[in-house]
């Protein structure tokens, strides 16, 4: 009996304390009722979920490093070159003064410029994205940079292995952050292999009993730097699959971005800034950054979020860009699950004309988040969004494409975990040219879909309405 009675007075405390901290910790009111409601209906165990990963370490001290870091050298940086970048802007009559707002909103809240004298190049799928990348890597004189929220034991890892052992060798310093979360299950002999050629090679946030409250904050960016002089970021990991198909789900479809020019010291800075808070070495100076002569005539903007922001960056690039659009507004992502500003924009953007188009896969990793994303469906295609399934394999991009104007490319899904929990990097090309190749690429991959309508999506089986009404419920944990 006495045992009885401290479970019970355990279970009880655990549950005041887990609500009152939910109450404390300054959430939005929807994922509040959603853990209130798990730690109500499965007792002891929805509260001790909650504590290994739910608490919002946004109101705790974890990511204060990062909000007092010294960045006296990039700041420095930005003043020389903010003036020549605003003197640009009133200069130029190209779509950029139709997004000057953004623009400027961006340089507010994320300290990233936009910068002009840039080239990019767009890369489809594995094989070409890493052409491009050992192509770079090889030409590297100082250092090379580079961080991934997946990175696996296979044939790519051994070529960076093989490639950075040269490299290192020449005198090249090779810097390599991985998520340990999103790269669990690369092994301690491919660490090691790194280690021993001579690469400087971190975890970000291991995962630990007793701090799993940690797990919930990913690094979900995917960047590399050669010399400060090239940069790569979008939605490709180090994974073989995207060299050779899938066993589960076939084809990887991705795009990865490659940028030549003056942005590619904003994209550094975001690694730079990660680098500092896992190894506690500040390499931003200014032999990291270069005012370069023009190779390129594209504006670019980097876009950063994550928890130690003091705003959800890449969700107001979305929101403006949806808002902005007068035409159309295209958006291909594999994690449809937006919160209520998001899902909301979407649907007032449709219902008031504009050409709102969505493709999703047809296939999920996961059934939980396949019922999930189905969840939104209904309300889209009752406000006019025209939903593509994906059928070629699995489509992992994640692209913005609006009015032949802006596009963004970068690795921040369309959910609330990208969008609140993780660290995300996004890329702004505000560039008639690329944005109509972005369009093309668009139409390839709805050629490759099948477009859902609201009939059909009506029609589905009664047990698809259950199960995606439950998952809609967990929507806000995910």
Known sequence: MTWVLVITLLEITLTLTSIYLLIKDGSKPIRIWAWILLILFIPFIGAMLYFFFGVNLRRQKL???????????????????????????????????????????????????????NKVRILNDGPETFE?????????????????????????????????????????????????LGSWDLSNRMINKFR?????????????????????????????????????????????????D???LGHWTDTHLQIDGMSVNFLHFVFLSDWLFVTRENLIKPAMFNLMDPIGDTPVQIVSSG???????????YLY????????????????VPDTALSLAIKTVALSGIDVRIIVPGNSESRMIHWTVQSFFSRFLNAGVKIYLF??????????????????????????????LNFEVNAIIYNEEVTTTMKRQFASFQKNSKQLTLEEH?????????????????????
């Open 63 to 117: 990511f204060d490093l990062k909000k007092e870091m010294d960045y006296t050298q990039f700041d420095n940086f930005i003043t020389r070159y903010s003036k020549e970048a605003e003197q640009s802007i009133l200069k130029r009559h190209d779509v950029t003064s139709t997004y000057l707002h953004l623009i400027r909103l961006l340089t507010r809240v994320n300290s990233s410029l936009i910068t002009f004298n």
């Open 246 to 248: 899938d066993d589960l």
């Open 132 to 180: 491009a990348i050992f192509k770079a890597c090889e030409k590297a004189e100082r250092y090379i940079h580079l961080q991934y929220y997946i990175f696996l034991d296979g044939e790519l890892a051994d070529r960076f292995v093989n490639l950075f052992e040269r490299k290192i060798k020449k005198g090249v310093e090779v810097r390599l952050i991985y998520d340990a």
């Open 321 to 336: 860009i949806l808002y902005q659009a007068k035409e159309y507004v295209y958006i291909v992502n594999p994690y449809l």
């Open 458 to 478: 009506i029609a589905r089986p009664k047990i698809d309405h259950v199960k995606e009404k439950l998952a809609r419920l967990i929507s806000p944990l995910m």
């Open 307 to 317: 928890p130690d922001a003091d705003y959800p960056n890449i969700l107001q690039q």
């Open 196 to 244: 021993e050629v001579g690469v400087q090679i971190f975890p970000f946030m291991p995962v630990r009993f007793g701090r799993l409250a940690r797990v919930n904050y990913r690094n979900h960016r995917k960047i590399l730097i050669v010399d400060g002089l090239v940069g790569f970021t979008g939605g490709i990991n180090v994974d073989d699959k995207y060299i050779r």
């Open 391 to 420: 059928q070629e394999g699995f489509i992992h991009s994640k692209v913005v494409i609006s009015d032949d104007a802006v596009c963004s490319i970068g690795t921040a899904n369309l959910d609330i975990r990208s969008l609140e």
